[in-house]
C-alpha cells in the first residue's frame, strides 16, 4: 500500500514536470508567433510608406503648380499635368487593387485637386472642396519632405471603410504646397495577420498600446459599417502604460505573448501584437498519456516491485528532458544544464541561440509534416556537430541551442558549424538561421545568459531583415518593372557583374550584399523621370540632362524611406561620381567615392556600352567595351575596380 502512495505521488510530480515543459515550449510558440505577426506588419506600414514616396516622386504634381493660371482654373481645365498626376494614384491604386480604397491629390488650402476611388477618377464636379478637417492633413504639413504621416484609423468618407491614410507633402519651390494621399483598408492589414499565422490554433491580436483596444482580430472581418475591431473586449487593459517591448503574460488562465511594433516618424498607431491560443488548455494539458496511466495503474505497480519502478521514474524523467519530435535536450533541460554549469564556474561556458530563418514558408509550402522531418533533420545535423563539452538543445518551434564549453579558439568554428548544420537548400527553397551567442564573463547569472543570447539572435534576425532586404525592396521594383521593365532586366544583369566584383575584390557577405542592392537599385531614381525625356530617341538638351542627373538623388531619397535600405541610398547618390572629381551630384573624388557605388559605376558604364544602341553611339563588344574602361581608369573610374573587373571576366570566359 504504502509503495502505491509513492508511485501514485510520482506520477502526480512527473506530471507536474511534463506540465512545466509543455508551458515553456507553449512560451517559446507564442513568442515566436507574436514577433512574427510584429515584423509582418511593420512591413506592411514600411512598404505603405515607400508606395507613397514613389507615388509623390512623380514630378507632374509640382509642375501642376508651376504652371500659369488658378489653382480653379487648371483643376477646372484638366491640364496634361493634372490628368498626369491623377493617372499616377491610378496607377499607384493598381498595384493594391485590394489593400487601397481611395487615393488623392490635395492642395495646402484643402481642396481636392485630383482623387481616385477604387480605380474610378473622380469628376471635378465631386472633389472635396475642403479636406483640412481630415486627421491626416494637418499633421502630414508639419512634417519634413521625404517623411511620411501614417494616421490611426478613421472610416474613409468614400468608401465606408476603416482605413489608415499614408500621406507625404509635394514641395514646390521649397514649400509644401499639396498632399498626395492614399488609404490602406484595415481589413487588409487583418488579412495579412491572419493569412500568414504559424498555427491554427492562435488568435492573433493588435492592440492599441494607448487604450487597450482591439484594433484587429485575425479571427474577424472587419466589416464596412462595423465598429473597429472588438469594441466590448477588454481582456487588453493591462497593456496602457506598458513599456516593455515584447514579453509573456497570463490571460484567463491562458499564458500570452506579446511584441511591440517598432515606433517609426510620422506613424501614429502604437500598437502591441498580441498571440493567445484559440481555446483555453485543458486541465492536464501537456501530461503524457504514459502519465496517467502510471497514476491509474500505481495499485497494480505495487507487484511489479520497487526495480521496475525505479526503471520507469528514470524513463519518465528522461522524457520530461527530451524534444519528442528531435530527441534532443528541450528547454526544460537547457535550463537545468545552463544552470549548473553556471554554477561551477565554467570560464568558457558559451550560450548560442538560433533560430530559423524560412521556415515558415518551407512549412506553408510543403505541410507540417515535411516541416517537421526537416527540423529532424537538421536537429541531426546539429547533435552530430555537437561534440565534446558542447551539447544541442531544441527549443521549441523552430528554435534551436547549442551550449559549449570550447576554448575560445574554437568557439567560433563550432558556431559556424552549427550554423551550417541548421542550414537547408533545395530547389523553391532556402533555410538558414540567425543566432546570437553569451559568454559567462558577460552575465551575472544563468537566466541573464539566456535573455542575452535571445536578444542578440533576434537583434541580427531583424536587423538583417531577410537575406534581400525585403522591407520596401519588393514594392521598389514593382514600381520599376511596371513602368520600365526594361530597367529591371537591366538591373538583374548588373547584380551578377558586380557580384563577380565584389569577390574578386575580397569583400565580406554584408559589403557584397550591399554591392548587389545597390546594382539593382540603381535606377530607382528614374521611376520620377518623365518619358519624355527617359524615351527620348534624340540627343537631350542641356535642361533635359539636368533632369536626368536629378534620378541618382531621388533614388537616394526613396531608399532613405526604407530603414533597412537606407545605407543603399548613399550608394545610389553617388554612383555617378567620377574618379578625377568631374561626376555629380556631389563632386566626390577617389576613396571619398562609396567603393560599393565605385563597382555600380563601372559595371553601369561596361553594361550599356554592350547592351543596345543609344542615341550618341552605337553599342560595342565586350572586348572593346573594356578597353574603353581601362582608357578611363584613372579619370571616370577607379583603376583598382576596373582591373578586378577584368579578372573577374578573365574567369569566366577562360
Wanted: proline letters at 5%; charged letters at 25%.
Amino acid at each position: 500500500m504504502l509503495l502505491a502512495v509513492v508511485l501514485l505521488v510520482t506520477a502526480i510530480a512527473i506530471s507536474f514536470m511534463q506540465r512545466n515543459a509543455h508551458r515553456t515550449e507553449e512560451a517559446a510558440r507564442l513568442a515566436n508567433a507574436a514577433e512574427q505577426q510584429a515584423t509582418l506588419l511593420d512591413n506592411y506600414f514600411e512598404r505603405a510608406r515607400s508606395a507613397i514616396l514613389i507615388t509623390a516622386q512623380n514630378p507632374e504634381f509640382a509642375e501642376f503648380y508651376e504652371q500659369p493660371g488658378s489653382r480653379a482654373h487648371k483643376v477646372d481645365a484638366q491640364i496634361p499635368q493634372l490628368l498626369d498626376s491623377t493617372r499616377a494614384l491610378a496607377y499607384l491604386e493598381s498595384l493594391y487593387p485590394n489593400s487601397i480604397g481611395e487615393a488623392c491629390f490635395i492642395d495646402r488650402g484643402g481642396t481636392e485637386n485630383a482623387r481616385v476611388v477604387r480605380g474610378q477618377v473622380a469628376p471635378v464636379g465631386d472633389l472635396s472642396p475642403d479636406e483640412s478637417g481630415n486627421p491626416f492633413f494637418d499633421p502630414t504639413f508639419a512634417l519634413e519632405v521625404g517623411q511620411v504621416y501614417q494616421a490611426e484609423p478613421y472610416i474613409s468618407p468614400d468608401t465606408g471603410e476603416w482605413v489608415i491614410s499614408n500621406s507625404t507633402v509635394v514641395p514646390v519651390d521649397g514649400r509644401s504646397q499639396a498632399i498626395v494621399h492614399f488609404e490602406v483598408k484595415v481589413e487588409s492589414f487583418r488579412q495579412a495577420a491572419a493569412e500568414s499565422a504559424i498555427d491554427d490554433d492562435l488568435v492573433i491580436d493588435v492592440v492599441d498600446a494607448n487604450t487597450g483596444a482591439v484594433v484587429l482580430d485575425s479571427r474577424e472581418e472587419q466589416a464596412v459599417g462595423a465598429p473597429l475591431g472588438e469594441p466590448n473586449d477588454d481582456r487588453f487593459e493591462w497593456v496602457v502604460g506598458t513599456t516593455d517591448s515584447r514579453g509573456s503574460v497570463q490571460m484567463d488562465g491562458n499564458l500570452a505573448s506579446f511584441v511591440r511594433i517598432p515606433s517609426s516618424i510620422g506613424n501614429a498607431n502604437d500598437w502591441m501584437v498580441v498571440a493567445v491560443p484559440e481555446s483555453s488548455e485543458p486541465v492536464l494539458g501537456g501530461t503524457g498519456p504514459g502519465t496517467i496511466t502510471l497514476a491509474i495503474a500505481s495499485v497494480v505497480l505495487l507487484l511489479i516491485g520497487l526495480f521496475g519502478f525505479r526503471a520507469t521514474q528514470n524513463e519518465l524523467t528522461k522524457a520530461a528532458l527530451t524534444d519528442g519530435l528531435t530527441g534532443l535536450g528541450n528547454r526544460r533541460a537547457l535550463l537545468a544544464d545552463l544552470e549548473n554549469r553556471f554554477l561551477a564556474s565554467d570560464p568558457d561556458l558559451t550560450l548560442v541561440m538560433f533560430d530559423l530563418d524560412g521556415f515558415k514558408a518551407y512549412n506553408d509550402t510543403y505541410g507540417h509534416l515535411a516541416g517537421d522531418a526537416l527540423l529532424a533533420r537538421l536537429a541531426r545535423n546539429l547533435g552530430d556537430m555537437a561534440v565534446g563539452s558542447a551539447t544541442a538543445y531544441r527549443l521549441g518551434g523552430d528554435e534551436f541551442c547549442l551550449l559549449t564549453s570550447a576554448p575560445r579558439g574554437q568557439r567560433d568554428t563550432q558556431i559556424a558549424d552549427a550554423k551550417m548544420a541548421l542550414t537547408e537548400q533545395g530547389e523553391g527553397f532556402a533555410v538558414t538561421t540567425s543566432h546570437g551567442w553569451v559568454s559567462r564573463d558577460e552575465a551575472e547569472s544563468a537566466d541573464e545568459m539566456l535573455h542575452l543570447a535571445d536578444k542578440r539572435m533576434y537583434a541580427e534576425k531583424h536587423g538583417r531583415k531577410g537575406p534581400l532586404d525585403t522591407q520596401g525592396r519588393d514594392v521598389l521594383l514593382a514600381a520599376l518593372e511596371a513602368r520600365y521593365p526594361e530597367l529591371l532586366e537591366d538591373a538583374n544583369e548588373l547584380v551578377t557583374l558586380a557580384t563577380a566584383i565584389a569577390r574578386e575584390m575580397g569583400l565580406d557577405e554584408a559589403a557584397t550584399m550591399q554591392v548587389q542592392r545597390a546594382a539593382e537599385l540603381h535606377d530607382i531614381g528614374k521611376v520620377a523621370i518623365p518619358d519624355s525625356i527617359l524615351r527620348k530617341p534624340g540627343p537631350l538638351t542641356e535642361d533635359e540632362w539636368a533632369f536626368m542627373r536629378r534620378h541618382s538623388e531621388i533614388g537616394q531619397r526613396i531608399l532613405d524611406a526604407t530603414p533597412a535600405l537606407a545605407p543603399v541610398g548613399a550608394v545610389l547618390r553617388a554612383h555617378h561620381e567620377r574618379w578625377d572629381g568631374s561626376g555629380y551630384p556631389d563632386g566626390l573624388t577617389r576613396e571619398d567615392i562609396p567603393l560599393e557605388a565605385r563597382i555600380v559605376a563601372v559595371v553601369d558604364a561596361y553594361h550599356a556600352m554592350i547592351l543596345r544602341d543609344r542615341p550618341h553611339r552605337d553599342k560595342v563588344t565586350p572586348l572593346e567595351a573594356l578597353e574603353e574602361l581601362r582608357g578611363n581608369a584613372g579619370t571616370q573610374f577607379d583603376p583598382d575596380v576596373v582591373e578586378a573587373f577584368a579578372q573577374s571576366l578573365a574567369r569566366v570566359t577562360a
